[in-house]
């Protein structure tokens, strides 16, 4: 994808690539334009996953990362405090509808793939399908979406979750939560300078 000045916009950035972190900032950035009339302020950053699994901990991880930074642009639901997962979801998107006005979701959440793809960060228009991976029908979330491939899928997928590296969700996590923070903080620096 292209940005108008011709600039690439990487949808899928492996998470131990050079400039990572930036790449993810960027791309975050651009989306946000691209939804601009839409964005509300705060943003609600919605962190889907449980603490109970090692890769599906992405999510909460995530969120809790965010809100130390404490930034002022963001509302973050999902932390390892206090998960959102399968069982509260439905719940916790009653509680955004009614505490905020057409507010802007990002939804994120870990999800497994192709070996090849271990370690991807992607990032797409759109809902998320929260529980893809394990062949769960949950309600669709969020105006964009970030999915961190945290391991290999199509087979025992409950055991593949628990059995992932904590070291690859964490850093994987860093990545996200630095990258999202600093992109909406952005987002919201030119759109007042362009104002």
Known sequence: MKLKS???VETRIPMDSPFAQIKLKDS???FLFKYQPEISDPTVILCIGTDRSTGD??????????VQY??????????????????????????IQNTYHSPF????????????SVGMIDIKDGPLKPGTGVNKELTPVGNMHLTGLVNIGGYMEYFVLQSTRLNLVMKMANIIS?????????????????E
């Open 57 to 66: 901990a992405l999510g909460p991880l995530v969120g809790t990362n965010l």
């Open 178 to 194: 630095y990258s999202i923070n600093t992109g909406i903080r952005e987002f919201f620096q030119q759109k007042a300078q362009a």
């Open 28 to 30: 975050i950035i651009h």
């Open 105 to 116: 979701i990002i939804a994120i959440d870990a999800g497994l793939g192709k070996h090849s």
């Open 6 to 8: 011709g600039i690439d």
């Open 70 to 95: 404490q930034s002022p642009y963001i509302r973050v639901f999902g932390t390892l405090e206090e998960p959102v997962h399968a069982i509260n979801l439905d719940e916790t998107l009653f509680q």
